[in-house]
């Protein structure tokens, strides 16, 4: 058996695609209003958005205990895996990577854990890479700098409507949502060194978009990419989004997806997101 491949459920990765690739999947946890589920099998992004408009419900999120991953771990060398590289969401946004980090730690050496220093796809093709290097056959450490490698040629950029939910859960500071709701603008982050800060500000969610689509093509550089469009309860946005941006690109953009983000990302983001995430090819 080659190099086994594990993910979290936050790398959102399109239903196109499931099945095509051997991916173990860990997911992690939601709370509303003190019930907890885990993301994409007992709660779902459309009961976070709608906890969040009732505002008088409670949602939080959770990282995978080590245990979890542990088990993950055991059962794919049991089952004969070589070795397993461990794929996660930034460690400056949860404890993911910290618990898988912990997990390899109790497993042994036959474990790579890489921080993707980033979510959504960004995650998903840095996952999707490992998981094709292991496919063909590659070692342990290679697959390893595949995931690293597809990770750094990611740019991640998003719009919201409201950074408060950002600011409730402590991925972007005070002053910055602070400012977003003085003066009333709609922000454009984007994910640096695993961090999500804030890119630029405009007056209007139209020109937000559009300045979104001009970042994605200025992220694209000059060769092939491709492009994955997340959104939460906005599916024609997204789908403006996507045809503008694959518009742009031209002949030089090769596979683009449009997915809806998971109840994780959700909790921390609201109704509204539209985000594009740039893949840059080798």
């Given amino acids: 058996m080659p190099v086994a491949v594990v993910t979290d459920s936050t790398a959102y990765l399109p239903a196109e695609l499931s099945g095509s690739y051997d991916l173990t999947v860990v997911p992690l946890t939601v709370v509303i209003n003190g019930a907890e589920g885990l993301e994409g099998l007992q709660i779902q992004p459309a009961e976070v958005a709608n906890a969040l408009r009732a505002r008088r419900s409670a949602v939080s999120t959770s990282r995978p205990a080590p245990s979890q991953f542990a088990d993950a771990y055991h059962r794919l060398l049991k089952a004969g895996a070589d070795g397993i ?90 002053a910055s949502a602070l400012l977003g709701t003085a003066l009333s603008v709609k922000p454009i982050l984007h994910v640096v060194d695993g961090a999500i800060v804030v890119r630029d500000k405009v007056r209007t969610a139209g020109r937000a978009l559009a300045k979104l689509v001009d970042l994605a093509v200025e992220a694209s550089g000059d060769g092939e990419v491709d492009i994955a469009v997340h959104h939460l309860e906005a599916p024609e946005r997204a789908a403006a989004l996507a045809d503008a941006v694959s518009m742009r690109l031209s002949d030089r953009l090769r596979d683009c997806y449009i997915t809806e983000i998971g109840a994780v990302v959700a909790a921390h983001v609201g109704p509204g997101l539209a985000g594009v995430v740039v893949h840059r090819r080798p």
């Fill in 85 to 174: 590289v461990s794929v996660h969401l930034s460690a400056k946004l949860s404890g993911t990577y910290e618990a898988a980090c912990l997990a390899a730690t109790e497993v042994g050496d036959r474990v790579r854990v890489v921080d993707s220093e980033t979510t959504g796809m960004g995650l998903g093709f840095a996952a999707l890479a490992a998981a094709t290097a292991a496919t063909q056959g590659q070692d342990l450490d290679s697959v390893r700098a595949a995931a690293a490698d597809h990770a750094a040629r990611v740019s991640t950029l998003f719009y919201v409507d409201t950074l408060e939910f950002l600011r409730r859960g402590g991925r972007i500071g005070a």
